[in-house]
């Protein structure tokens, strides 16, 4: 209980972040809007490290492995992400994202002495990515609209390993280095490259005058990475938590995802095939926690 309650607090947060999202796109660009959310992000836990404490001197001395984890997770992982959704339809980026506890299990599977995959994990992971597909039915077509398509499947792919790469990583350096600290750090060195890439790579964007209701968006997504890769980090800091179980808990951010944009946004509203996908996806949780009784 002390992890499932904080993992699907965490997968809450970032589910909320598709309608803060929809919310920030109708004001600026993707690469544009990420670097300011992520920057904003590593601001935002200043605080919180000066008031648990937290061992600046000794942690910064690790500020080429928090660098590097910045590169990989927040830029690397996030701009391939946001460059694959420009180029495929939504619901197959739905479906490729939402496999990621896929690629982390088998990943975990060949990298971690005590996290293999097993008929009762597997199970848990098929009925997962089937609800995955039933909710991205509803989210547009499956079919390739351009030239670019395949590019944007194989940039996807690869955000889904980097994203699984990380994971591994932290687990592997539990104690390396403070995880509200990696948070921070990462958060705000790769929000930055993000920004400065916008610059060259999305002309269409410029400085202007904001409403109210970007800075509250805005400042909601920053908060979302800050607080969730936080809890995310610590848990996968204890050494009883295996990585491949943890991330079962992201088909959660699907489900939190819809369940919001109902109702936060306008024009959006339940639908048979949204909700037959959280009902699978609920069975999938189930069974990943169900355990044979021993006699």
């Not at 400042?219 to 009883?240: H, M, R, T, V």
């Not at 339940?270 to 990943?288: F, R």
């Amino acid at each position: 209980m002390r992890t499932k309650l904080p993992a699907i607090l965490a997968c809450i947060l970032w589910g909320s972040a598709f309608a803060g999202a929809k919310i920030g796109f109708t004001y600026t660009t993707p690469l544009h809007l990420s670097g300011m959310r992520f920057t904003l992000a590593g601001i935002l836990l200043i605080p919180f490290l000066i008031y648990q404490k937290t061992d600046w001197k000794a942690n910064l001395k690790q500020w080429k492995y928090m660098l590097f984890f910045g590169i990989l997770q927040t830029f690397i992982q996030y701009g391939l992400f946001f460059m694959g959704l420009d180029k495929v339809p939504a619901a197959v980026s739905a479906i490729i994202i939402g496999g990621g506890p896929l690629f982390v299990a088998v990943m975990a599977h060949f990298t971690i002495k005590n996290d293999k995959l097993g008929l009762r994990k597997v199970i848990a992971i098929l009925l997962g990515m089937t609800g995955i597909v039933f909710i991205s039915t509803t989210k547009g077509t499956l079919n390739a609209s351009n030239n670019t398509f395949y590019l944007g499947i194989f940039l996807l792919i690869i955000s889904n390993i980097t994203g699984a790469a990380t994971n591994i990583i932290v687990a592997k350096n539990r104690n390396r280095v403070d995880p509200v600290m990696l948070t921070a750090f990462a958060n705000f060195t790769g929000g930055l490259i993000l920004y400065a890439v916008s610059w060259f790579t999305e002309p269409d964007w410029h400085l202007r005058d904001y409403t109210a209701e970007f800075y509250l968006a805005w400042i909601w997504l920053a908060l979302i990475p800050a607080a969730g890769f936080s809890i995310w980090y610590s848990l996968l800091k204890n050494p009883e938590v295996k990585v491949s179980e943890l991330n079962m808990w992201k088909f959660v951010v699907p489900v939190s995802g819809v369940i919001l944009s109902w109702i936060i946004l306008p024009g959006e509203k339940p639908d048979w095939q949204s909700v037959t996908g959280i009902i699978i996806i609920t069975i999938a949780l189930l069974t990943l926690q169900w355990q044979k009784e021993t006699r």
